[in-house]
Every structure is written in structure tokens, then in C-alpha cells.
């Protein structure tokens, strides 16, 4: 492909019959990219073959601009618009023989991956920080001293098996849509999880926590709700693996399977939300700890959102997308 | 900050008035859908009502002054109606969840709670809680040992005059936030009804450069001499241990709110510096063209 000085180039119509070749010359499409904000010209294709998808025209843009890396363009027809999807082909696209994409720069990227690897091995190791009390965090006579309560110890078994989890279905178990995101998420995200994850185990694992009220038997109620809205929240994570398969973005409508803990399909579109906020509300239940609840509706405030928004696509998605259904609450929101 | 927010989300078209000032914004292409008939009306007469109000504080500081022969705790002269039409400012925050004034509902929840926060949680509170915290103690107070002083110091107590309202720094903010309100509540009236003095407009984005670094520094002033009472009565605070494993210290809160001016005023100010190079420089070039 030649990237020239950003003129417009027309071809000559007068080319030569169909049968000699199958895209005439005149036929190839041409490709200007423009920056979406200043109109600038940056770049000129010609010659782009008809079924190039977007991702091929991104690594196309790439080789002049290596600032610019994939995961960072953003290609739409309307500087307004959009973004285009890369495995858009340009042939299919409502554009003439020279196609004007607008380019807009989002920024520095990193892995999904990679954020969520980073933001949920804080939190397990800022909590046992707590939990083994190092020194400069309580009292120097505390220093390395243990709970005499049992349920700061279960605590401490449940938060970091939660995270621990967490890191495994990151490797193992979620297919991503998105390969990048900002980098400012990563700074984000991680003041969020690891200053509650902080807040959190200060208080739990303090010289002067005060267990539940009820005793045994609110610890006991509480770490049945944690582990079934673990497994169901697990159950969830496998059951959305196995509808798309290993390197796609298909998107489909979730089903119950035959596992029990999938059945909350049948009333709300995102379960695994539903069953996280479930994980937290039990384990504030479990130490009757104020910032616990406020992390656990935090929380449930952001997956509702998320959840709305996941079930407004599902919507404009599918046509025959269950009606009972509500985002993240059977019945209710 | 208080102060500087109320200006910024000011010239944002923020807060109660809402529409925008006609020719004046530098908006360019943007479509405005504007409130209906009925919306504008209760609009206009909600920041008429704001504009007195503030006139109202205004004049009462001037009389208090007056009659006093000094300008030392006038605070006392204008509370009532300060914590009104301040307090009523909450309902600007509603104007925006319900869109008929086209502006951030974050934005302005930040700027009304800011200037709420300092009027209640600081000035207001400082001085009542003093008598209070020490005959009813069922707030955790946080060295045990004060509970042993409580009997002398609740004689003392009732002596004690000294209180933030009395302060200077009170004054300082009182004076920035009232000339700031009457004219941004005109500023708004004026542009809902398509008649906008270049002098108001003038006045909203010029006087900000004087009256928002003097309402800072009433503010965090009025906040530092809040510290050693917030310290003494423990107010607002909670300590360990507690049914509910929480803890909270007021006086770190005001520290960090202290702190926190540090980055937000400056992006604050400065973003009003560039409105107001972009707004009035726009109109000069419309005069022009007249």
C-alpha cells in the first residue's frame, strides 16, 4: 500500500472489462484517514483490498504512525460517531470508492488482563497485612499477635478465598470482550479496591473488634450465604465461558443449565452480580462491620448499573429475550 | 472552595438559574432544548427569591456593622437567613436531577453540599455541641479520661464564649459568598428572561478573581479555629470499640477537607480564568460586529 502526500486521488473510470481481472483497478477502495477533531489528513491508503476488516486497516495506519498502536485507534465514518468494530469490513461499510475514516486517539491502553490481576492481588495481601497485624498498623504491643476471635479467622479464610478466585477466573475462566482499556482505569480501580480492601481489614482484624452480636449463629447463617453465593457466582462466571467459544466475541442469550445456581437466569439477566453482592452482604453479616456494609453497597451501587446496562443490550440485541427477566433483582431492579 | 465551585459551576451555567446567556456564551453550535413555559417561571422566580435573599444577608451585614461600630463577630446579625437561603441553594441539585437547568447533577451536588458542610458541620456546630457533648455523653468520647473531667468543665462550659462564630475568617466568607450569589441568582434571573446586562455578565466574570481566593481563606481559616473544639468534645466522632467496628474521627475529616483545597482550588480557579477569557472576549467581537 503507498502512502502519499494527502491528496485525493481519483481513478480514471475507463478501466478495463470485468473479465480480465476481478477487481479492477478503479474498484479498489481507497482509504484517507482523518483526525476527528482537526480534520487533518493523516493518512492515505490506496489499493486497500475490498474485504479488509478494520483491525487490518488499524495495523495498516500503525506502520505510519507507530505512536499510535491498535488498541489505541478508535475508526468511525462520523467524527461524532461510533467507533467501529474491528472485525467490520470495510466493503460492507456505507462508504464510496474512497472511504474517510476519522481517527480518534483513546489514550494509553493496558490489558484487561492486567488490571484486574493488579486490583485483586491487593486486596489479598493488604488484608493479610491486617491480619498478621504488622508492626505501624496497630498498637506496637499488638505486633504480630493473633485474634482470640474465631470469626476474624474465618473472615480472613473468606476474603482471601474470594480474591484468590477472583485471580483464577482471570487466567482460567473469563473470555473477554475488550482486550484494552484506558490506563487511567488501572489507578482507578485499584484505589478503589485496595483502599476499601485497607479499610476493611483494619477494622476486622483490630486489638479491639467486637464480634457479631448473635455469636455462633449469625457467623454460621452468614457463611452459608457467603459460600452459595460464591458457588453460584462461579457457576455463573463457567456457565458465560461456555457460551462463547475460546478466541470469539460471540454474544449470546444466557440459559439455566442443569446446574442449580444457574437457574437465576430465569429471573435476572446478570446472576453473577446478584450473587457477588450476596458474597458481600454475608460477609458483613459475618463481622457486623460497618465498612463492610458501605463497601458491599458501593459495591451493589456499580453493578446495578452495569447490570442495567448489560440488560438494555441483551434487549437491543435480541428479539426474543426473556421478559420475566430483570437486571440484577428478581422482581425489583 | 465552597465559594470556587459555586463560581466555576457558575460559569458552567450551573446551579439555580439555568439558561444560558443568549449571545453571550461562547457555546457555539450547541443545541439547547431549555426548559418549558412553567419551568421558567418557577425558575425565574426561584433566583429572584435567591437574589433577595442574599441582598437581604447583605444589608444585614451592612446595618450590623453600622450599629456595632465594628465588623468583629457580625455573623450573629445575618445566621438565620444565611442558613436559609444557603440551605435552600439544595434544591438546585433537584433542578438538575429533573433537567430543567442544564447542568452536572454531580457537579453542582458537589458545590451546594460544600458550601452546606461549612455553614452546618463547622460554623454551626462548634459552638452548640461544646454544651451539649458534655451533659449528654453518649458519644464515644475519645481519651477515657475526659469523662473524669466532665464535672468541671461543665462549669466551665457555659463561660466558654470563645466559638468559631465569633471568628473574623467567618466574615471573610459571608462577605465573598453573598456578593458572589446576588450576582450569579441575577445573572441567571436576567438570562431566563433574555435580557442580560454586560454588566452582570462583566461582574460574574471578573469579581471571582478577588472573591474566590478571599472565600478560600475564610473558609479554611473558619476551619482551622474549629480544630482545637473538634479535638476537646470529640464531635461527630466515634472511637473503638463499638457493636459495629467503625470508627471516625472528625478532626482528621476536617484536616483531610483542609487538604484537599490544595488540588481543587487551583483547577477551579483557573478553569474560570479561561471561561472568562473565552466569554468576554466572545462578546467584545459581537459588540463589534453591532
Redesign the interface.
Known sequence: MSLLIPEKISLSSASSSPGRCPFPTAEYPEVEILDAKTREKLCFLDKVEPHATIAEIKNLFTKTHPQWYPARQSLRLDPKGKSLKDEDVLQKLPVGTTATLYFRDLGAQISWVTVFLTEYAGPLFIYLLFYFRVPFIYGHKYDFTSSRHTVVHLACICHSFHYVKRLLETLFVHRFSHGTMPLRNIFKNCTYYWGFAAWMAY??N?P???PP?YGAQQVKLALAIFVICQLGNFSIHMALRDLRPAGSKTRKIPYPTKNPFTWLFLLVSCPNYTYEVGSWIGFAIM?????VALFSLVGFTQMTIWAKGKHRSYLKEFRDYPPLRMPIIPFLL | MAAAAAATAAAKGNGGGGGRAGAGDASGTRKKKGPGPLATAYLVIYNVVMTAGWLVIAVGLVRAYLAKGSYHSLYYSIEKPLKFFQTGALLEILHCAIGIVPSSVVLTSFQVMSRVFLIWAVTHSVKEVLIHQLIDSSWALLPPFHLVTTPRLMSTSAKAGRQVQSEDSVLLFVIAWTITEIIRYSFYTFSLLNHLPYLIKWARYTLFIVLYPMGVSGELLTIYAALPFVRQAGLYSIS????????FDYYAFLILIMISYIPIFPQLYFHMIHQRRKILSHTEEHKKFE
Not at chain 1, 463481622?287 to 465498612?291: A, I, S, V
Not at chain 2, 473503638?240 to 470508627?247: D, Q, V
Open positions: 477494622y476486622i483490630h479491639l473488634y467486637t452480636t463481622t457486623q462491620c460497618l465498612p | 473503638l470499640p463499638n457493636k459495629y467496628n467503625f470508627s
